[in-house]
């Protein structure tokens, strides 16, 4: 039976790693950056790779995880019917 | 019929789709089932698929309400998350084993609420989504994971307790410790399924370095209602693709990387695939290339003919390299078989039809006696022709894609098959007393 919370009961035997300290960094740095750059106005994947100086994939990777994680939402397709444009999900 | 807390009749080690038919065909006949799966969720692989071939019924429409019955079903014992070792044949209808049930961190008095998954701050590769996007260090499996319990990857928790705080039920709890539970069974039933070809083996093709070389379950995840991407996309840079190319044989029929045999089913779950992407892109051309098409079962050859009827186009072509061009895309570099010549065509996506391999864990399950293994590395089946699910082992059978490549329908009439041998040999133990 559970009486208190348990996380520092781990902390005591467990340590984390500089390698998962590093990621979570990261990925933190990624999420601000491109919730930044959708923050005036929707835009595709090609567009924030140019505003935001990391590779394309690695923006289409995390701009898809925001979007799972309910941050970023889908907005319209473009006239070449090739990229869709993403953009900031209003929170209630 | 055992009853006693440990004791089951039969052990069944897999919770996929020929375990659960296995389970479940026991059960029901009421003989005490134990089963270990050592994924959090049941459902094997076929849980992950979009629809099948050749009917193209929804896959997860199959599963899921078998999953549900077997969950539920009061005489099977579910262990996911845990391992089975040690097992050791006593004598006839005497096998001892021991379970090994590793933490989730999370009571089963979890209700799936995802709160935890919202407050978590770390994000990694989501596994069951083929590394397409990523999950949180505290997660549901996926939407469909039965049972819907959450677990922390507590290799990537950085031990915020944000979790902990926010779960309306009190249901974290990182007491938990792997927790090992002897059993004792009459006979066991191995169901461990199959592994995929990883295609960073076969380096020419670039999977890994070109995003938009992707394998055949990455597209399989594209093309379910519970997709990682709000479309079907390139993985790459997001953009809609409008002509993709399925590699064939990869990682199959190629001594080079240690697999001689035909997977059975990349044909036929490549010309499904092509047939939903001509649904879900309508203007996209779809290029299969192929050594032989394998289209052997009842409808797939009409299902191949229909396939082409809708477009899709076949070339019998090995592929000797694949290039990426500046935007993206892709060049393939090909023997056309029919003409003999080497030509080149550009892709925006391809597609790996990833082979199937021997899940080889079983070969590190048996304590005091060998299971063998067949030259392939699967199960072997000791007489396959007339008593299939029999193995080396007496009271030890075999069921589904533990014995060989084989598509779903093959899969449940081998576990049938397994069932029913099973039945029998407990059966008749019990007509000897």
């Known amino acids: 039976m559970k009486t208190s919370k348990t996380i520092d009961h781990i902390k005591k035997i467990r340590t984390v790693s500089d390698e998962v300290k590093a990621k979570r960094k990261e990925f933190n740095r990624i999420k601000k950056l491109i919730l930044k750059a959708l923050d005036p106005e929707p835009k595709s994947i090609p567009q924030l790779a140019k505003e935001i100086d990391l590779s394309i994939d690695v923006i289409t990777f995390h701009l898809m995880t925001l979007r799972k994680y309910g941050d970023v939402e889908t907005g319209e397709l473009d006239d070449m019917d090739e990229y869709f444009s993403y953009k900031l999900k209003q929170k209630e | ?433």
């Open chain 2, 1 to 433: 019929m055992s009853d006693q807390t440990n004791n089951y009749d039969v052990l069944v080690v897999g919770g996929g789709i020929a375990g659960e038919e296995t389970a479940l065909n026991l059960a029901n006949i009421g003989y005490k089932v134990i089963m270990v799966e050592k994924d959090l969720s049941l459902g094997g692989k076929m849980i992950h698929l979009s629809k099948v071939f050749p009917t193209l019924d929804c896959s997860a429409c199959i599963t899921t309400p078998k999953v549900s019955e077997t969950a539920r079903h009061p005489n099977i014992h579910i262990f996911t998350n845990s391992e089975v070792g040690e097992i050791e044949k006593i004598s006839e209808n005497n096998f001892n084993a021991v379970l090994t049930e590793k933490p989730r961190y999370v009571t089963e008095e979890c209700t799936g609420c995802q709160l935890c998954e919202d407050a978590c701050p770390v994000s990694v590769d989501d596994q069951f989504q083929y590394e397409l996007v990523g999950r949180k260090a505290i997660y549901i499996p996926f939407s469909i994971a039965n049972p819907r319990i959450a677990a922390i990857d507590i290799e990537n928790c950085i031990l915020c307790g944000l979790c902990e705080k926010v779960c309306p039920g009190d249901y974290i709890d990182f007491r938990q410790v792997e927790k090992k539970t002897p059993i004792n069974v009459k006979s066991v039933v191995m169901a461990t399924g199959y592994e995929l070809f990883d295609p960073t083996i076969i380096t020419r093709y670039g999977f890994g370095k070109f995003k938009n070389v992707v394998t055949a379950m990455q597209m399989e995840r594209q093309l379910v209602p519970t997709r990682p991407y709000n479309s079907v996309l390139r993985p790459k840079d997001g953009k809609m693709p409008d002509n993709i190319a399925y590699v064939l044989c990869t990682g199959s029929r190629d001594d080079t990387v240690g697999n001689p045999i035909c997977s059975q089913v990349c044909c036929m779950y490549s010309t499904k695939q092509a047939q939903l992407l001509m649904g879900a892109l309508p203007m996209a051309d779809v290029t299969i290339y192929y050594i032989h098409i394998r289209a052997f079962g009842k409808g797939f050859c009409e299902f191949y003919n229909q396939t082409q009827g809708m477009g899709v186009e076949f070339i019998k072509g090995k592929i000797g390299k694949i290039d990426e061009v500046d935007d993206g895309d892709l060049i393939l570099r090909y023997e056309d078989i029919e003409s003999g010549k080497v030509k080149e065509a550009k892709h925006d996506l391809v597609v790996l039809a990833t082979g199937i391999l021997a899940n080889k864990d079983y070969q590190s399950m048996f304590k005091n006696i060998e299971l063998e293994a067949d030259p392939f590395n699967y199960v072997k089946q000791t007489n396959d022709l007339s008593s299939p699910a029999r193995t080396s082992i007496g009271g030890v059978f075999v069921a589904g894609t533990a014995s060989g490549p084989m598509d779903i329908p093959d899969s449940i009439l081998s576990a049938g098959a397994a069932s029913a041998e099973t039945a029998s040999y407990l059966r008749r133990a019990n007509n000897e007393k």
